[in-house]
């Protein structure tokens, strides 16, 4: 009777091991079921839609790029503009400096005239030499932009007037320039050099 009892006990033993095995395959086979069900998912997924995604990407990429590209081209068209003008006013005032040593020459010249004038012991030949150097280099100033400006009469102008004494006077309003002492020179739009003049004043009528 024993015996039998233990045989029982073992025969129910296998039975339940069997089962667990068998379960354990039941789930096993899920998970690969499922796993396989993912990659086929992945594997069979529609092209028109993963070629829209790609077109999607690729036109925001060139979007991007063109944008960029359009930036760079502005910025570099920029630049061209801001050398370009460097240059023009590099070229406009290159010769400043060396005009300005030139205008004293210009200044000798037009006394020598002026004295000449007062002077008529001064020979004929020598005059039209002086004036035909004088002409040549005016003529050399005005190719470079230089040309003098005119003062007499006008309202002082600090900005390109140089006083150097006041007059008083009658005839005038005050601060008009009643003489020119040395003539101003601009460089195109530029002062080259300011006119050194004299200055009207009103007359003190309390002074006696």
């Not at 009643?178 to 530029?190: A, C, D, F, T, V």
């Amino acid at each position: 009777m024993s015996d039998n009892n233990n045989n029982n006990n073992k025969v129910e033993k296998k039975d339940d091991q069997s089962a667990e095995k068998q379960d354990n395959k039941v789930e096993n086979i899920s998970c690969e079921t499922e796993t396989t069900d993912v990659v086929e998912n992945d594997e069979e997924k529609d092209p028109a839609t993963v070629l829209k995604n790609k077109l999607e990407d690729a036109t925001k990429e060139a979007k991007e790029s063109y944008e960029r590209f359009l930036r760079v081209s502005a910025e570099f068209e920029n630049y061209k503009k801001r050398i370009n003008r460097e240059t023009e006013e590099f070229k406009k005032y290159a010769n400043e400096a060396f005009v300005k040593e030139l205008l004293p020459v210009v200044d000798n010249l037009e006394r020598a005239l002026a004295s000449s004038n007062e002077n008529t012991d001064c020979g004929k030949g020598i005059l039209e030499g002086v004036n035909i150097t004088l002409n040549e280099i005016l003529k050399v100033f005005e190719k470079f932009g230089v040309t003098p400006f005119d003062s007499i009469n006008k309202s002082f102008d600090p900005g390109f007037h140089q006083a150097v004494m006041q007059e008083e006077t009658e005839d005038k309003d005050e601060n008009i320039v009643l003489k020119e002492l040395q003539k101003g020179y601009l460089i195109h739009n530029r002062l080259l050099r300011p006119a050194m003049v004299i200055v009207s004043k009103a007359v003190n009528k309390t002074r006696k």
